[in-house]
């Protein structure tokens, strides 16, 4: 999937702070915090775990340390 980097950049702000505040996120969470559908924001998901930007575990995500 391709994302411009202005949206890629936006998504990537919104999740982080949302997990600055919860500490954990689900992808449910993601979908509903950047008004995505969960077809598009689970390969971006997966691309911040990539970067090491978030990490999964379980059904969670958190920001890497």
Do not use: Q, W
């Amino acid at each position: 999937m391709v994302y411009l980097r202005k949206t890629f950049d936006r998504v990537t702000s919104e999740i982080m702070e949302y997990l600055k505040k919860h500490g954990k996120m689900t992808v449910a969470e993601a979908r509903d915090v950047t008004g995505t559908s969960r077809r598009f924001i689970l390969p971006l998901l997966e691309e911040l775990d990539r970067l090491r930007i978030t990490r999964r575990d379980g059904d969670y995500r958190m920001l890497c340390e």
